[in-house]
């Protein structure tokens, strides 16, 4: 599974509160994405990062911030949740050692907000 | 702008039958093709890659550029294949990032 984990799998939060979503790999991949994942939407890029503190926008970045301060970890923040943000979030990396832009994903972080 | 397209949300056939998923797909230049695969609540899996030209669980792809299309194949269908099916692309320049269709749930029935 390419060393590649997201902490927590499940949460629950109330909406307006602040929300963490950490992805962690051992794989030394240059590049990581975050994903947000709903019926009918597919997956869709919130931000990415193209190396440690270099990050950019995806396509449904509202309401979302990330940092990357190192090269294992990148983090998903929901700075004030809303009940649109339930979903499920995957975390993908790619890179490393690849002439091939392949991504290899984590098990997913199934965020409710209520 | 590029897109992927994948024109049939739901598939279903019967076990032992050809499957065919497609994917068609908006790019001018020369671009890197995938197929992934999840499984009821589990994370995506990369099935294939067009570079590799290579088969996986009994499923095969080939990029045809004329047809900008990358549909994906199985002779004969079984129950185990039933899951969420992603066609994606790639190209030069892009950070990496990959294109996704929305996707096609293939339904294997017994």
């Known amino acids: 599974d390419a060393g590649i984990t997201q902490s927590p799998r499940h949460k629950v939060t109330e909406t307006g509160t602040p929300v963490t979503l950490r992805c962690h790999q051992t794989?030394?991949?240059?590049?990581m994405y975050w994903y947000r994942q709903d019926p009918g939407h597919g997956l869709r890029l919130i931000h990415y990062?193209?190396?440690?503190?270099?990050?950019d926008k995806g396509e449904v970045s509202d309401g979302y911030s990330v940092s990357r301060s190192k090269t294992e970890d990148f983090l998903l923040t929901l700075e004030s949740a809303t009940s649109s943000q339930t979903s499920v979030y995957f975390c993908?990396?790619?890179?490393?050692?690849?002439?091939?832009?392949?991504?290899?994903f984590g098990p997913g972080t199934r965020l409710t907000v209520t | 702008a590029q897109r992927v397209t994948q024109p049939e949300k739901l598939l279903s056939v019967f076990k032992g039958a050809p499957v065919e998923l497609k994917c068609n797909y908006s790019?001018?230049?020369?671009?890197?093709l995938f197929w992934y695969v999840q499984y009821s609540r589990q994370r995506l899996q990369l099935l294939l890659r067009?570079?590799?030209?290579?088969s996986i669980k009994g499923f095969t792809a080939d990029l045809n550029k004329g047809e900008t299309s990358f549909h994906l194949k199985k002779p004969f269908a079984q129950e185990e294949d039933s899951a969420m099916y992603y066609c994606?692309?790639?190209?030069?320049?892009?950070?990496?990032?990959?294109?996704w269709g929305l996707g096609t749930s293939l339904a294997v029935n017994p």
């Open positions: 790019y001018s230049g020369s671009p890197e």
């Open positions: 067009h570079i590799s030209r290579e």
């Open positions: 794989e030394n991949h240059r590049y």
């Open positions: 994606a692309l790639s190209y030069a320049g892009n950070n990496r990032k990959l294109i």
């Open positions: 990062s193209y190396g440690v503190k270099d990050t």
């Open positions: 993908a990396i790619s890179g490393r050692g690849s002439v091939s832009n392949e991504q290899y």
